[in-house]
């Protein structure tokens, strides 16, 4: 504008550095939607203490829980849920107890004068249930099955279906008056409530502890004489917190103890099918993780999901901010100055130098924006407003020429490119 005050060759080089595209990167910008690491840590950290918090806690009750209940129903464990109780009092009347793995092992073990205790049998697969089922029907001795459930009583118990789970008023249950089992009536009240209730079509079977008018602890007649199963709806009977109360251990002594052997099958992860190891479709990691564990992954996940779209950055249009303290351009651009000195960045200077006053000098000749790095059609249009003479440099070299080597060229440069800018202003 005529009349305006121009910079001097000084403070238009310094305002090509702070107006140009493309600033030095390594200068800290304050932008609308950027973030530092320390405001990303201000933000987070009450979510990342909060989530220590549960982990830790949630470590430690795992640590408390299986110590608890390790073993459980082992009768080597002496914790609280082992049965190692049970296995002492059976060994003090002679018995012998061997501890099996698996169905195969438990198969052949079984016997007229042995009696099998299946811990898991809902825990079984179809290979294991038809040789516990081929036990029963052959050893001619007796098999107890703990808290058998619909998963398993069609193999190991046909006729037999369970009558409500889990819902008895008290686990400690009286015999009844129908029950003609001596085992039960000589031991009186035990713990065999709280878990299932029986009901059976089988002739020649025996109920004892009702609850809510049905069974939880049932003995069927096998096709061997002298054979039984025993089907007892929990097991708490067998573990050692429980053993000194009521008749819980008259009732174990003696659905355990009426053979000299006793097999005590605990179902492991060795215990595989080996129809399907022969034909090499063993089970995979995700076959033994429980059904409700993947319920739990697909909450934590959709919970991570959701906390991830809570903290996410937003993206939106920029908003202006109000600093807290104000700087002065010129400050701002000696910093960017000096940040270029130091780093020996001529080059990069002498781009941003270039591209200003490129875009300025489009704009005081009419080339459009879009043009203004194009030099077919800048320099024509600069060398045609400069009516006094050849400038001491070309156009061409000043707006599109190598870059300096030395700092004194670089200076020079920033002057010859204000010059320019200066004559086209003034022509």
């Known amino acids: 504008m005529p009349g305006a005050p121009r910079p001097a060759p000084a403070e238009a080089s310094a305002g090509a550095l702070a107006t140009a595209p493309g600033g030095p990167a390594a200068l800290p910008r304050t932008t609308a939607g950027g973030t530092s690491p320390r405001d990303l840590w201000t933000r987070s950290r009450g979510f990342l203490v909060a989530f220590a918090v549960l982990l830790a806690a949630g470590l430690g009750l795992a640590a408390l829980s299986s110590g608890a209940r390790h073993g459980y129903l082992d009768p080597r464990s002496a914790d609280p849920y082992g049965s190692q109780a049970v296995a002492e009092l059976l060994k003090a009347r002679g018995v012998t107890t061997r501890v099996v793995t698996t169905a195969e092992e438990a198969a052949d073990a079984a016997g007229p004068d042995a009696t099998l205790l299946v811990t898991d049998p809902d825990r079984l697969g179809e290979t294991q249930l038809r040789s516990v089922r081929s036990a029963i029907d052959l050893s001619g001795g007796r098999t107890v099955l703990l808290a058998p459930s619909t998963l398993s009583l069609p193999a190991l118990a046909p006729g037999t279906r369970t009558d409500g789970d889990g819902d008895a008023p008290d686990t400690d249950l009286a015999p009844g008056t129908a029950c003609t089992l001596p085992a039960a009536t000589t031991a009186g009240r035990a713990a065999t409530g709280g878990g299932h209730r029986y009901t059976a079509t089988t002739p020649g079977a025996a109920g004892c502890y009702p609850s809510s008018g049905h069974p939880t602890l049932l003995v069927l007649p096998t096709g061997v004489p002298g054979g039984d199963t025993v089907l007892l709806g929990s097991e708490d009977v067998f573990l050692n917190k429980n053993l000194a109360a009521e008749g819980n251990a008259s009732l174990a002594l003696q659905l355990l103890g009426s053979r000299p052997h006793l097999v005590w099958y605990l179902p492991s992860l ?20 429980p059904a409700g564990w993947s319920w739990a992954l697909l909450q934590l996940f959709l919970a991570a999901a959701v906390a991830a779209l809570w903290r996410a950055r937003r993206l939106g249009p920029l908003v202006t901010e109000h600093l807290p303290v104000l700087i002065r351009a010129s400050e701002a651009t000696e910093g960017r100055a000096r940040l270029y000195r130091k780093a020996d960045a001529r080059d990069r200077a002498a781009t941003v130098l270039r591209a200003a006053a490129r875009e300025r000098l489009a ?60 004559e086209v202003r003034t022509s």
């Open 363 to 422: 704009a005081l000749v009419g080339v459009p924006a879009t043009r203004a790095h194009d030099p077919a059609v800048l320099v024509p249009a600069v060398a045609a407003r400069l009516t006094a003479g050849p400038p001491p440099h070309a156009p061409d070299a000043l707006l599109f020429g190598t870059a300096p080597t030395t700092d004194a060229a670089l200076i020079a440069l920033a002057d010859h490119l204000d010059a320019l800018e200066r």
């Open 270 to 289: 060795a215990d595989g099918d080996p129809d399907a190891a022969g034909t090499g479709e063993g089970q995979d990691f995700f076959d033994l993780i």
